[in-house]
């Protein structure tokens, strides 16, 4: 069965820092693109970044480009989240997400809240 | 960056009853290797997304035959055959095409 479990969220002042993980497992990881999605709190879903299955091409929003930066650890079956200069509009829940555009393959975790407020 | 829209923005639905979101995108959604990546998510109410649909009319594994996928270009729709308790929640479109990839911004489906 495959799981994705994020953690590393938390509260954090406008400026701060944050480092996501993600824990994958039940499949073949290095096969996969990777996916970040937000949720803001009551608000709907906005894609953050993928990467590459060998982490060679990595695609960011623009209102986080130059701020976040998307890695992953094919040994230990994990994706990271660096989340840098937080603004309050970054509040939001992150999805870890696997998927593939053009079959059926598609599984999220259950999310990690970051809260950046003074 | 692609906008998706979708009407209406609140469903109310009556259980057993057929139900039908629509999905426009601001340009057409066919990549360049033919494929038209417009896909439909599912959110209950306290959990995470699930995705139902992808490339606009295939099925995710698991997914009930009730709900289907119709469309072309930059018009869409999902429909729900006969709705039950459980259909409850929001329903996103979104669109692997052009990057950004973008999402509409949620059909709350409630009785």
């Known amino acids: 069965e495959v799981h994705l479990v994020e953690s590393g969220g938390g509260l954090v002042q406008p400026g701060g820092s944050l480092r996501l993980s993600c824990a994958a497992s039940?499949?073949?990881?290095?096969?996969?693109?990777m996916r970040w999605i937000r949720q803001a709190p009551g608000r709907g879903l906005e894609w953050v970044a993928n990467?590459?299955?060998?982490?060679?091409?990595?695609y960011y929003l623009g209102s986080v480009k130059g701020r976040f930066t998307v890695s992953r650890d094919n040994a230990k079956n994990s994706l990271y989240l660096q989340m840098n200069s937080l603004r309050a509009d970054d509040t939001a829940i992150y999805y870890c997400?696997?998927?593939?555009?053009?079959?059926?393959?598609?599984?999220w975790g259950q999310g990690t809240l970051v809260t950046v407020s003074s | 960056d692609v906008v998706m829209s979708q009407s209406p923005l609140s469903l109310p639905v009556t259980l057993g009853q057929p139900a039908s979101i629509s999905c426009r995108s601001s340009?057409?959604?066919?990549?360049?290797?033919?494929?038209?990546?417009l896909h439909w998510f599912q959110q209950r109410p306290g959990q995470s997304p699930r995705r139902l649909i992808y490339?606009?009319?295939n099925r995710d594994s698991g997914v009930p035959d009730r709900f289907s996928g119709s469309g072309s270009g930059a018009d869409f729709t999902l429909k729900i055959s006969r709705v039950e308790a459980e259909d409850i929640g929001v329903y996103y479109c979104?669109?692997?095409?052009?990057?950004?990839?973008?999402f509409g911004p949620g059909t709350k489906v409630d009785i």
């Open positions: 490339g606009v009319s």
């Open positions: 979104m669109q692997e095409t052009h990057w950004p990839f973008t």
């Open positions: 340009q057409s959604l066919v990549h360049s290797d033919g494929n038209t990546y």
């Open positions: 990467i590459k299955e060998d982490g060679s091409q990595k």
């Open positions: 997400v696997s998927g593939r555009r053009g079959s059926s393959w598609d599984h």
């Open positions: 039940g499949f073949t990881f290095n096969s996969y693109w």
